[in-house]
């Protein structure tokens, strides 16, 4: 675990009551759970870390992103104990990837343009339209995904591709997330965890 859970990493942990989710500084790492420092949860936030709560954990390191599911053991104030997941093997690390969206969008002044949205990640996502969109311009933009979770900010267009099909000229734009929040790219960031679990368990007949 000491490999995959390190001090100094940037780690967020998704309580079952997605709007508490947080930051954490991992304080101790043990045989079977891991002591970590919520630094920035409210009081009210720590209403959702009560011991035996289900919690998901992700973060970043230097092999990428990892992600797991598990349950806080005990909580005094800030300062909680997460279990080790028993099978490392459902300890999930990638870098950052598109998945196939599922959801919808919501794009100022667009959405009559919007042909489909080829795929998204927690930090773009890439859409096909009917006339190219301007690569000057931040587009207000909301993002309906299938958990009932809305994201709200804006996206720059990166890339315009023109693309030629049987049915005619479209445009492939790719965009990068702005002025996103915190807790907005957290669920992006699950979702798309969710999405590639989901098709390796699909693929692996579990």
Known sequence: MREIIK?????RIIPENFESATIFEVKNINENDFEITLTKATDKELNDYKEGTNVEIFGSGTE???????????QNGKNIKVSI???YSSIQRREYSRVKFMGDINLEGENDNIVSV????????????RKPLDATKNYKITINLINNLSIHCT??????????????K???ISG??????SIDR???VQYSFKVLMEAENRENGR
């Open 64 to 74: 990428g992103l990892i992600f797991f599911e598990s349950k806080i053991n005990h």
């Open 118 to 129: 080829e795929d998204i990640s927690a930090g773009g996502l890439k859409l096909i339209t």
């Open 170 to 172: 479209f445009y492939a």
């Open 7 to 11: 001090k100094g990493h940037d780690y």
């Open 85 to 87: 997941p028993e099978n």
């Open 176 to 181: 990068c997330y702005k002025d996103i929040s």
């Open 155 to 168: 996206l720059h267009p990166i890339r315009i591709e023109e693309q030629e099909t049987p049915k005619g």
């Open 186 to 188: 957290i669920a992006l």
